[in-house]
């Protein structure tokens, strides 16, 4: 390969979370492992890879010019967006009008529920569920309402039409929050199950906000569909929300971006986006987005997207091999794993805090499932080298799920 993704990169004392804030936050992060164990990062959703070398080239050459003053997104910025969409996932008609910056995809989804909802209001929500949608709703004063994936005789995650359709009826919703691919379980939509979801926001006039942050991280075989893409209707009612941070690993730096063809939509929401004046962007996370969507970044995306394809195929098979009761589905897109350890936790009487306390003892640091409803579930990072990975399953072979305690 031409880039690295095999090196083990030390992020400590680099302002990481992941490393650093191991046993910092009680209840949220993981706890320090036991002596003569290091670390293995495998909870919050960033990379353990350094980034593609344009982004630093593009920040390090706007920096040596010695100002940083009040400045406007320049036109590079936009067609950069414009020409990843469209090489990337076939968009067309995109035009730099529609694009709108956000300070991130969760100050997206609150500008857009308070444009269309109000507080006490019930908002339409798929589970398992993204901690960050959990927190940003409930922070805002929503009314969550979740419609639970459904997995499968394959034990692939599926949407519930006739539930979601009862769930908006019932509680007269009228936005609800998407999730494309699906955080945490690994869904990558088809077109036919989009189709199926659109119909009936469209049926009950209820405006989707399309969270499409791991749109690029899309494993081999299987391809993202814009959920704007879909029909007439999902083009003018959807706002999907974007961000080179996943992609990249560029969460550090904040910078996303919305995609709103309505003119009305738009409106609506950068009216709200810009009233409390919080929401302008870094003069560096513009360069950066520049330096990411480059042609190295192409290449660089496709790499990476073998690499986290190996990466889960083997954490998977291993799962399938030596970890009897624990059941996962392969995932189609994300670097993370969904496991569910229901089954063990029973035949081995153990609850799910005390799996996830044992594989923090050897320096997993994975992280609860149930921030995320899933009752005993563990969501795990593989963005990291292979190497970091097997070392992790062995341990927790070794000293967890095959262990004595």
């Given amino acids: 390969m031409k880039y690295d993704f095999t090196s083990i990169m030390d992020r400590h004392g680099k302002d990481a979370i992941a490393v650093d804030g191991i046993g910092s936050m009680p209840g949220f992060t993981p706890e320090k492992p036991d002596e003569g164990f290091d670390v293995i ?34 036109d590079e910025y936009y067609n950069s967006i414009i020409q990843w969409h469209e090489k990337r996932n076939g968009v067309t008609g995109l035009s730099k009008e529609h694009i709108g910056y956000e300070n991130g995809v969760l100050g997206g989804v609150i500008s857009t529920l308070t444009a269309y909802a109000a507080p006490g209001d019930a908002v339409l929500v798929h589970s398992p569920t993204y901690i960050g949608f959990t927190m940003s709703l409930t922070n805002n004063g929503f009314k969550i309402v979740h419609s639970p994936l459904q997995k499968n005789a394959d034990g692939i995650w599926r949407m519930d039409y006739e539930d979601m359709e009862k769930k908006i009826q019932e509680n007269h919703i009228h936005v609800a929050i998407f999730c494309s691919p699906h955080n945490p379980c690994g869904r990558v939509w088809q077109k036919d199950e989009l189709e199926k979801a659109m ?48 992609t990249f690993n560029l969460a550090g730096l904040v910078g996303s971006y919305h995609i709103i063809y309505n003119q009305t939509l738009r409106d609506r929401v950068r009216a709200k986006s810009s009233k409390p004046h919080y929401n302008d962007m870094n003069v560096l996370s513009m360069h950066a987005l520049i330096g990411a969507y480059k042609p190295e970044g192409y290449e660089w995306i496709d790499e990476l997207r073998q690499v986290i394809t190996g990466n889960i195929n083997y954490a998977v098979d291993f799962i399938n091999e030596h970890f009897e009761g624990v059941e996962v589905m392969r995932p189609e897109g994300t670097y993370m794993l969904f496991i569910d350890c229901a089954k063990w936790c029973q035949k081995h009487g153990k609850s799910i805090e005390e799996v996830e306390k044992e594989g923090w003892r050897v320096g997993v640091a994975w992280q609860d499932g149930r921030m995320f409803h899933g009752p005993q579930s563990i969501r795990l990072n593989l963005a990291l080298p292979l190497s970091r990975v097997q070392e992790a399953f062995e341990r927790l072979d070794k000293y967890v799920f095959n262990g004595n305690w």
């Avoid at 495998?42 to 040596?64: G, H, L, S, Y």
């Fill in 41 to 74: 990062p495998m909870w919050i959703a960033d990379m353990n890879f350094p980034t593609v070398p344009t982004i630093q080239e593009a920040i390090i050459e706007r920096t040596k010019h010695p100002a940083y003053g009040y400045f406007q997104p320049s």
């Fill in 199 to 246: 119909a009936i926001y469209e049926k009950y006039d209820v405006t989707v906000i399309s969270d499409e942050i791991w749109s690029d991280i899309i494993l081999d075989g299987y391809k993202h569909i814009p959920t704007q893409s879909v029909n007439a209707w999902a083009h003018d009612h959807v706002v999907a929300l974007y961000a080179p941070s996943k």
